[in-house]
């Protein structure tokens, strides 16, 4: 899910970059761009949510807030 999120933002830049451009050239016909980055927008909140919710501590089941060796909660070494 991390790729996906990572590959998400960059193409919403590209796509966003796109758009900045064609803007500046005076062409406004854009409607496909926006809609892309939109999907983009929505892949990235899908795949952080994932990622906080889903990240646990296999011990005690508690959501961990970092990616240490170990658990805040229960202190126990996570592998």
Known sequence: M???YVASLILFFIDWGIVGVKIFNGNYDIE?????????????????LYR???NKC??????RLSNGDYCSYCGKKID
Do not use: D, E, N, Q
């Open 58 to 63: 296999p011990h005690c089941g508690k959501l």
């Open 52 to 54: 906080l919710f889903s």
């Open 32 to 48: 496909a761009f926006v809609y892309v980055g939109g999907v983009l927008i929505v892949v990235m909140i899908v795949c952080y």
């Open 2 to 4: 991390t790729w996906l």
